[in-house]
Nanobody, 123 residues
Framework: QVQLVESGGGLVQAGGSLRLSCAVF????????MAWFRQVPGKEREFVAV????????FYADSVKGRFTISRDNAKNTVYLQMNSLKPEDTAVYYC????????????????WGQGTQVTVSS
């Protein structure tokens, strides 16, 4: 059984920063590929960033590259998303996701999801 719980969302002005956390309740967290997605009403869930098992292999959507950083602490069973230079278009519900397989950006490939945390960036 795998449970993911996100936290850290909120309201921030454009140019500001937020750090999202995803606590993973699973015995095999260190074996999981972890990713962040986001979604706005009426649109499909969008890939943001992914990190592989060891933490050294990361990949980002072009829209966040250079501004967002994904990381993981396997000792704490937690994955993070540091978001800097936030823009109004980053406003969305952010979801943490896990899969026991290789790195992929497709949301349908992820088996486990958190409940989501709202990020709102005001202009």
């Amino acid at each position: 059984q795998v449970q993911l719980v996100e936290s850290g969302g909120g309201l921030v002005q454009a140019g500001g920063s937020l750090r999202l956390s995803c606590a993973v309740f699973a015995r095999t967290f260190s074996s999981a590929t972890m990713a962040w997605f986001r979604q706005v009403p009426g649109k499909e869930r969008e890939f943001v960033a992914v990190i592989a098992l060891s933490g050294g292999n990361t990949f980002y959507a072009d829209s966040v590259k250079g501004r967002f950083t994904i990381s993981r602490d396997n000792a704490k069973n937690t994955v993070y998303l540091q978001m800097n230079s936030l823009k109004p278009e980053d406003t969305a519900v952010y979801y943490c996701a896990a899969r026991f397989g290789g790195r992929t950006t497709s949301p349908s490939s992820y088996n486990y999801w958190g409940q989501g945390t709202q990020v709102t960036v005001s202009s």
